[in-house]
């Protein structure tokens, strides 16, 4: 009895001193609110996408939506029933909006069923909560990078893969364009010094990003046999050794992109496919969609992706015609910063050719007028424009971790290092992922018969489709847009 009375006492005393004033120089801390749904100024996307197993290894992006500052802040992550228990903390980017966390969680030792997640930046006092369903492990595991050595330097590609079967075809076709690459530099002779030998690192992915590649201390190619982007193996590959090559003969002065990525273009015979680039060009005058030299220059990777790439090529091509290849490597690889990459040009080209920017664009316009251009060029510049914003529009509306723009790709090397494939391998594709991409190979198979017709219906189609998607706010029955497989259909896309 006693004791009970003490316990009640001392209770009393600590409600009572518990509700008096702290002393104002310690203030109280402000409690945790946990919101119990995804925040409306936060975006919150798992990885590998969807759908998750049992063996994957999870990775978050929050993106931020709001008008504060978020850059440089502290983001932590746990989960929901191990608040304790930090599994990733990081910032979110010094030049953006997005913190990216990187395979925070690896679920092979899981059940199936629902995880959830705790996210917090502690700074800004917010907390919330999100998590994904996990569904059983795939049967087969997943599959191993291996790689092969070449004199040119490595290529990694994962075993399982349209890649790992068609080898040593790729082995032969690199060695092939390394050699047409470095004759295209050095036409008199390749120097004792090769600047391409052991500085080619090339990734193979099944999984279809952006355009088809992207280049970071490596460059990453998709291949596949079924690349509804329609960019060629050769090409893209033929186009990162030349980008290769242009840093390693020009590492001090100004590369701009117009003139950096029309080489690449220039020298690998086209953008996608093999096109006449002066050609292409006068096609965009005709069309309307050419865009001025000075604008281009400055906001290259701004501008529509197709026009910027035909256009920077027959730049190229255009000085090539005028000066010859070898003096205009010497303009090039002498540029001078002035500020922008207008300014570069127009101080450059006044120098060599008395005329600034917009005088030599006249020259360049004119002459680009003076070709006759048939039905089959302009239509097939046209709906290569066409096409490839559809395909954006595509990702953006039903996988936007394609998108070049929003794209999921985490840091290639430490995914060798660590062994790790999912995140850059085949995933299941939905049936309505399905139906639109196999409209999109249809397309690009297509374009070299000049069937500009099929190409057309099939766009009209795919418009209906998107247009579907983005009127409602979810995915439509695949089967309301034409699925033509019974219910009992499933279909996977691993290998």
Known sequence: MLMRIL???????????????????????????????????????????????VGDVISARVTYTGPGEIRGKEIQISLSDQPGVILSTTRFS??????????ILDTSSYQSGFIEFTFDIPELERSWQKGIYLL?????AEPEWASIDMQWGKVYYIEGTDAAQDIFQIEETIEETANHALNQFFPA?????????????????????????????????????????????????????????????????????ILSEGIAVYLSGGHYREGDPLLRA???????????????????????????????????????????????????????EAGTSSATLSEALEGKTGKDLW????????????????????????LTIEVYDTIRRYQTAVIPSAHFRTAWWPPIDKMLEMGMTGDYNNR?????????????????QAFPTHNYKQIENHLDTIDKYLDTIENSEGNPSHYNLGWPLPHSFYIRTYP
Do not use: C
């Open 7 to 53: 316990l009640i006492f001392s209770s009393i005393l600590g409600l009572l001193f518990s509700s008096s004033p702290m002393n104002p120089l310690t203030p109280r801390s402000q409690p945790k609110v946990y919101a119990t749904e995804e925040p409306q100024d936060f975006e919150i996307e798992f990885f590998p996408v969807a759908p998750f197993h």
């Open 94 to 103: 010094q030049y953006g909006n997005q913190a990216n966390l990187y395979w």
């Open 136 to 140: 059983p492990p795939i049967k087969v």
């Open 189 to 257: 002779g390749i120097p004792d010094d090769n600047p391409l030998e052991g500085k080619i690192d090339l990734v193979l992915v099944p999984a279809i990003i952006g355009h088809g590649g992207f280049a970071t201390e490596f460059a990453v190619v998709t291949y596949t046999d079924r690349n509804w982007v329609g960019s060629s193996f050769e090409t893209i590959t033929h186009h990162e050794m030349v980008h290769v090559m242009d840093r390693e003969l020009n590492n001090e002065g100004p590369r701009p992109p």
């Open 282 to 336: 006068s096609a965009l005058l005709e069309l309307g969609e050419y865009i001025p030299l000075e604008e281009l220059a400055d906001e290259f990777y701004n501008a529509q992706h197709e026009i910027a790439y035909m256009e920077g090529a027959a730049l190229v091509a255009y000085m090539t015609e005028m000066w010859g290849w070898e003096e205009f490597l010497e303009f090039y690889f002498n540029l001078e």
């Open 359 to 382: 005088q030599f664009e006249n020259d360049f316009t004119t002459y680009l007028n003076s070709f006759e251009i048939d039905d089959k060029v302009l239509s097939d510049v046209a």
């Open 428 to 444: 299941e594709k939905a049936p309505l992922n399905i139906l639109i991409e196999n409209y999109l190979i249809e397309i690009q």
